[in-house]
């Protein structure tokens, strides 16, 4: 029970940190062909990439995170989600 606790807080944890990240560079990219000219224009020009962006790969990104979040759950690679007897062999 605790290992899949632990697996569904790295696939939220893993879902944020990847549309962060990816929102971030979406971010800062978005300028690059015609400046903005004052805050709100590159607020505006930001938030249209973002949602974009999201559209697009929004699914992808929360998809991938799932199936890491299990693969690591289940292989016992991602803290928290190590069986007890492994961690009591490798001592060994």
Same mark, same amino acid.
């Given at each position: 029970?605790?290992?899949? !606790? #632990? @697996?569904?807080?790295?696939?939220?944890?893993?879902?944020?940190?990847? !549309?962060?990240?990816?929102?971030?560079?979406? @971010? #800062?990219?978005?300028?690059?062909?015609?400046?903005?000219?004052?805050?709100?224009?590159?607020?505006?020009?930001?938030?249209?990439? @973002?949602?974009?962006?999201?559209?697009?790969?929004?699914?992808?990104?929360?998809? /991938?995170?799932?199936? !890491?979040?299990?693969? /690591?759950?289940?292989? /016992?690679?991602?803290? @928290?989600?190590?069986?007890?007897?492994?961690?009591?062999?490798?001592?060994?």
């Amino acid at each position: 029970m605790k290992r899949a !606790l #632990f @697996g569904v807080i790295w696939f939220f944890a893993l879902t944020l940190f990847g !549309l962060i990240g990816a929102g971030a560079v979406v @971010g #800062f990219t978005v300028d690059n062909k015609v400046p903005a000219v004052n805050f709100a224009d590159g607020y505006a020009k930001g938030r249209a990439a @973002g949602e974009e962006f999201r559209r697009n790969y929004g699914g992808v990104i929360v998809l /991938g995170a799932l199936a !890491l979040s299990i693969a /690591g759950t289940v292989a /016992g690679v991602l803290p @928290g989600t190590r069986r007890r007897r492994d961690f009591a062999d490798e001592l060994a």
